[in-house]
């Protein structure tokens, strides 16, 4: 099956899903496994050494909050992965939130932002520190951290977030930019 087949099929099962055929999930999850994997490892190849979550324990607890989310009007493939990229950034600060609770000032390493936004050896903290700037800049424009999630945490192209968005990509990568900025500012406070 070529990629755009697939991207297809992906679309037509959320669809399905969101329709409340629950088949249409069981056929789904063996087709979108794999991108999850990819993203679930980017993710996990940021952490600090020592982080005990391990990759397919992201994808599985990502599985089961999208499946069992409100989320339910899927649009896309890029919106699905989009919702993903979300949930994966929510269950990485939990656990890191849980981990702060347990040892304060564990691990010390830096956040770096960068142009493609990588964060590289977070520690607990970090990821903590920037969930709460994302939150704090949602109550300024929710989309700019739609953007961030799904460039950042899914690591969609910015055509694929301006479909997602129904914005041009223009407006993503001012998005993008605007908010890579507000981003640094705050988490050198």
């Avoid at 069981?26 to 980017?42: C, K, N, S």
Wanted: glycine content about 4%; hydrophobic content about 40%.
């Amino acid at each position: 099956m070529t990629p755009d087949n697939n991207s297809h099929q992906i679309s037509l099962l959320l669809i399905d899903w969101s329709k409340g055929d629950d088949y249409a999930l069981e056929q789904l999850m063996p087709l979108v496994y794999h991108e999850l994997r990819l993203m679930a490892r980017r993710h996990m190849r940021r952490q600090p050494s020592g982080h005990t979550f391990q990759t397919t324990d992201l994808i599985h607890e990502t599985y089961l909050k999208i499946a069992g989310g409100e989320e339910k009007q899927w649009q896309s493939r890029t919106h699905f992965f989009g919702v993903a990229a979300k949930a994966m950034r929510h269950i990485l600060v939990d656990y890191a939130r849980s981990k702060n609770n347990q040892k304060r000032g564990g691990w010390q390493e830096r956040v770096t932002l960068q142009d493609n936004m990588r964060v590289t050896n977070q520690s607990s903290e970090d990821i903590v520190a920037l969930d709460d700037a994302l939150n704090r800049l949602a109550a300024l424009d929710d989309r700019k951290v739609r953007v961030v999630e799904m460039k950042f945490f899914a690591g969609l192209k910015v055509a694929e977030i301006a479909e997602v968005l129904k914005v041009s990509p223009e407006t993503v990568k001012r998005d993008w930019s605007f908010a890579q900025s507000w981003l640094l500012r705050e988490l050198k406070k």
